[in-house]
């Protein structure tokens, strides 16, 4: 989809989006900005604040502006996107790959039906595995689904063993830069390698769109190392995007005291 687009689609899930100097930025964590497509590249001549009203923002730059830059972005970055097929990994993640296509489905919903009748329970039994998150109630859950039938530009990979669901993840791409964002799996899944199947899968639909060059795998969580090396072995290493970032000073301290990892990641700094 176009920024446009999804300008629109944020704006639709109420969160609030500005229109500065030829791109859109959207609010996060009550007055941070960045772009909606974080990975967009702008030219420093045009970063200033979207708004007087926030305590910070942040957007990555583009080759040409990274002397301009007073930070970084560490994401998962996967850039060779053509050449992401079943050899491009390591032998231990194609036989994980193989494992899965043994045991389980992977099928790409267009409706949100079965994430429904099932998604809520594997959402929470991942979140309860993880703890990344508490987990929503289911009534939030349903009403969040309306995110997807919102945009006919979100993809959503969901993998069955027999006909249950044991995990899904979904994304979207946004001017060449596919993004996955949510992942959701049972036990279940965990043993039957489904998470190394869906991942892959999410690429192969952006290969054959045939006009996306970067997937994203998420920021990076230096504080779960095991994750990271996961990231990595499945062609997703850790790329430090040279990055414009403006944050009050106070506040600034005050998260690089509370929340070093948080710091890191809004900065790219320790």
């Known amino acids: 989809m176009t920024e446009v687009e999804m300008a629109h689609w944020r704006s639709q899930q109420g969160i609030k989006v500005l229109y500065h100097h030829g791109h859109y930025w959207e609010k996060l964590r009550l007055g941070f900005y960045q772009p909606i497509n974080l990975m967009a590249r702008l030219s420093s001549d045009i970063v200033t604040s979207p708004t007087r ?16 830059a007073n930070g970084y972005v560490p994401i998962h970055v996967l850039s060779n996107v053509q050449d992401y097929d079943l050899e491009y990994l390591p032998q231990k993640r194609r036989n994980s790959l193989r494992k899965c296509r043994k045991s389980a489905k992977i099928v790409q919903l267009i409706g949100t039906k079965l994430l429904e009748e099932q998604g809520y329970e594997v959402v929470c039994a991942s979140l309860e595995r993880t703890r990344h ?18 945009n006919k530009h979100c993809v ?10 044991s995990g899904y993840i979904d994304g979207y791409a946004v001017d ?5 964002i949510h992942g959701y799996y049972n036990s279940q899944a965990m043993s039957a390698s489904i998470v ?4 892959f899968e999410f690429v192969q639909i952006c290969r054959r769109s045939g006009n996306i060059y970067e997937v994203i795998d998420g920021l990076h969580s230096r504080e ?10 499945m062609g997703f290493p850790v ?6 970032v403006c944050i009050n000073p106070i506040i600034e301290k005050y ?13 790219g700094h320790d």
């Open 176 to 180: 060449g830069t596919a993004y996955m």
């Open 224 to 233: 779960v190392p095991s994750l990271c090396s996961y990231k990595e072995k």
């Open 196 to 199: 190394t199947g869906l991942s």
């Open 53 to 68: 009203f926030c305590w910070g923002y942040r957007t990555t730059l583009s080759q040409e502006d990274a002397i301009n």
């Open 255 to 267: 998260i690089r005291w509370r929340y070093p990892n948080r710091y890191y990641r809004l900065t």
């Open 133 to 150: 998150k508490k987990p929503p109630s289911k009534a939030q859950y349903l009403a969040s689904l309306k995110n997807y039938t919102a």
């Open 156 to 165: 959503i990979l969901a993998a069955l063993i027999g006909d249950k669901l």
């Open 239 to 244: 790329q430090y995007i040279p990055a414009k």
